[in-house]
């Protein structure tokens, strides 16, 4: 039963965007389009060049920063001012989901490869105050971005958690195959699923799996 496999988790890790908030919100596409504007503006390319960047960046490297701090040295601080500046009037508070994780047993964190800053108001918009004892960003794990298997391990050495009493729910597969070799149970949330020996479980839900768990 799923309510078993999570029967001694004492650290539940939630990932940010289309996590807590779903795709069909589409403020990602906000972001994408500010980073897009920053690759132009900082390497002076034109939006062709600077969107086929941004996203092969996110492919190689795990995010578009990480690739421009890899091979062109850019400061990682002006980017994440400038990337995540976007209004947060395409979400809504969602008290269901503030309700199931608030019950959830033990310590609640978000960690995600935007900045915490940014991940807080997305918190605020989504009513999800007081939900959470940690909020960690791309900032904590040293601007290395999950996947990388260094910052999962500082983030979490900072945190001070087991990762093997401890889940991770999350959208992108990839994010969620360190997670499952450090011994935590993995959740994949996204609208389809992506079956993969790393995943334990999948939900197009966050709100009504997590009440499978109460």
């Avoid at 029967?7 to 500010?34: C, G, M, N």
């Avoid at 132009?40 to 600077?50: E, F, I, K, S």
């Avoid at 400061?75 to 959830?104: N, Q």
């Avoid at 990762?163 to 499952?180: G, I, K, Q, S």
Wanted: some cysteine; charged content about 25%.
């Amino acid at each position: 039963m799923t309510k078993d496999a999570f029967s001694d988790v004492t650290t539940w890790v939630f990932d940010l965007d289309h996590t807590l908030y779903p795709p069909s919100a589409r403020l990602f596409e906000l972001i994408e389009t500010r980073m897009t504007a920053f690759v132009m503006q900082a390497l002076g390319v034109d939006q062709a060049r600077a969107n086929y960047l941004r996203q092969h960046y996110w492919r190689t490297h795990g995010t578009t920063l990480a690739g421009l701090m890899r091979e062109h040295d850019v400061d990682p601080g002006p980017y994440l001012t400038e990337v995540h500046d976007i209004p947060m009037d395409r979400l809504s508070p969602d008290p269901d989901l503030a309700a199931r994780i608030k019950a959830l047993p033990g310590r609640r964190i978000v960690y995600t490869n935007g900045c915490a800053p940014y991940a807080r108001r997305v918190i605020n918009a989504r009513g999800l105050e007081g939900a959470f004892d940690a909020v960690y960003g791309v900032e904590h794990a040293q601007f290395l971005p999950k996947p990388d298997l260094a910052a999962f391990q500082t983030v979490f050495e900072t945190d001070g958690f087991d990762p093997r009493r401890a889940a991770m729910f999350e959208d992108d597969p990839r994010n969620l195959r360190v997670p499952h070799d450090m011994g935590m149970r993995t959740v994949h949330v996204a609208p389809q699923a992506e079956p993969a020996g790393h995943i334990h479980f999948h939900t197009d839900d966050l709100s009504r799996f997590l009440a499978q768990l109460g």
